[in-house]
């Protein structure tokens, strides 16, 4: 089956990639990992990744996705044969992983979200902070009540149809999320104590830079650019032939970073000024920018606010990832819309609820000190996505080479040199790296 859905415009798939790309990744999650991997020993390599072959995936899954003009599967499968078909299934599967555990944390997002409504989130006392984000995750009932919630709203959101909607929330509310982050930043780095937090997320030493910090900045890479679990494929099989994609990619991979960066910005100068720990764990975010919205005036506006766009930001991703799979039960089981985000809304509920379930009481099952959430995210993150992006490469850089040249240089000439340096990063350098990385982690101890 053919997909004839098209984006309104450039800036209209700029913006459904970029919402896609910033989410829970740059904001809960690179604060904390940069905390847990030594600031800038994590941050740089990610830098180095993101512009390197980040952003070259980031065109090759937009050209497959743009010449196959189909799900993630029927896509891979059109431009690269059945085994192609059969690899982008997998990164179906790395869709529905991530959504699951994705959503849980989008219902602490909600939760919040609800405790700003009541006006109960300025408290500044870092140990009642700490106590409530733990009650919150720890009582079963609690974690998997606010996860239905937001799965809810990512179901009803696909069930409608993407465009629309999600489309038009994010272009006012992603740069409402940008400014709130700057008034945040200011507050913070205005602290006293604050930049010992600056100089911890830019201060690099060799002696920081370990191989688990590199594989960390790698898988983060490809969770904060959407690569490697057919997002970009299937956004790109809606977007025109008249876009370029080199520009439109490039967009994506910058606005990414600088929302990670900003949000890096935002959390750890108060984490210092604070006497927090910057290697704080989940918590991080739920329980160092409340700290701070309870050092201005206006608090309580400003939480509103910020988890408003909190829960957007995670909103336009969960969507994308739900799209994936939506595209594939549309078209591979020829059902229909509808039918389909119920059979996901019920199996990423159960599937979830493990997640949710996993900080209360069956956090007793670990596998190497993780609990299910952990192993889900670990998995996906630093295995499954990395194979997707993997997969993508053999298959624009080796099998369709000529497909790809053709759709980079569609619209505008671009120089052999700079061809050939996109075709060594996507041929080689991309496959190397994630090989090596898989090694390294599986074996590297
Ligand atoms: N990039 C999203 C984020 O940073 C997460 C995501 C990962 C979305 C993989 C789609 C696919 O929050």
């Given at each position: ?17 970029a919402?896609?790309a910033?989410?829970l ?12 991997n ?35 599967v ?13 690899l ?11 959504l699951s ?19 109960n ?64 930043i ?28 590199i ?57 210092f ?28 506006v400003f ?7 909190l829960?957007?930001?995670?909103l336009?991703?969960?969507v ?27 199996s ?47 298959l ?13 240089t569609?619209?505008k ?24 990385a ?8």
């Amino acid at each position: 089956m053919t997909n004839n859905a098209q984006w309104s415009s450039r800036l209209g798939f700029i913006l459904a990639s970029a919402g896609s790309a910033i989410g829970l990744g740059a904001i809960w999650k690179f604060p904390f990992w940069a905390g847990a991997n030594g600031g800038a020993a994590f941050i740089i390599p990610y830098i180095v990744f993101t512009f390197t072959i980040g952003l070259a995936l980031v065109m090759a899954e937009v050209a497959i996705g743009r010449r196959g003009r189909g799900s993630v599967v029927s896509a891979m499968r059109r431009v690269g044969g059945r085994w192609f078909g059969t690899l982008g299934a997998l990164g179906v599967l790395t869709s529905f992983f991530i959504l699951s555990y994705y959503s849980v944390v989008g219902g602490w997002c909600v939760a919040y979200l609800w405790d700003a409504i009541q006006g109960n989130v300025t408290i500044n006392d870092a140990n009642l902070l700490k106590s409530h984000f733990g009650h919150l995750v720890s009582t079963p009932e609690l974690n998997v009540f606010w996860h239905f919630v937001f799965l809810t709203l990512t179901c009803g959101t696909v069930a409608l149809g993407v465009e629309s909607g999600i489309e038009r929330l994010s272009k006012y509310l992603m740069p409402t999320l940008f400014i709130l982050m700057l008034a945040i930043i200011v507050r913070g780095l205005t602290l006293p104590g604050a930049w010992a937090g600056v100089e911890y997320l830019f201060n690099f030493s060799w002696d920081k830079v370990t191989s688990n910090a590199i594989l960390n900045a790698m898988g983060f890479t490809f969770f904060s650019l959407s690569l490697g679990a057919g997002i970009l494929v299937t956004y790109g099989s809606y977007l025109s032939d008249k876009t370029d994609v080199p520009n439109a990619s490039l967009w994506v991979a910058v606005l990414a970073i600088q929302a990670a960066l900003l949000a890096g910005l935002m959390i750890m100068p108060a984490v210092f000024a604070f006497g927090l720990e910057p290697n704080g764990g989940p918590g991080l975010v739920f329980v160092t920018v409340p700290m701070i919205f309870s050092h201005i005036p206006f608090g309580g506006v400003f939480a509103l606010l910020f988890y408003i766009c909190l829960l957007v930001a995670a909103l336009t991703s969960a969507v994308s990832l739900l799209e994936v799979v939506t595209a594939y039960l549309q078209n591979e089981w020829h059902l229909s819309r509808k039918v389909a985000t119920i059979v996901n809304w019920v199996s990423l509920f159960l599937l979830g609820s493990v997640s949710a379930l996993s900080f209360g009481p069956w956090s007793g099952f670990t596998v190497s000190g993780r609990n299910f959430f952990d192993l889900l995210d670990y998995i996906c993150s630093n295995y499954m996505m990395p194979l997707g992006g993997f997969a993508v490469a053999i298959l624009a850089g080796w099998v369709a080479w000529p497909m790809m040249r053709q759709q980079i240089t569609a619209v505008k000439p671009y120089s052999e040199a700079a061809l050939s340096l996109l075709r060594i990063m996507i041929a080689f350098l991309a496959p190397i790296l994630v090989a090596v990385a898989i090694y390294q982690g599986l074996f590297g101890g």
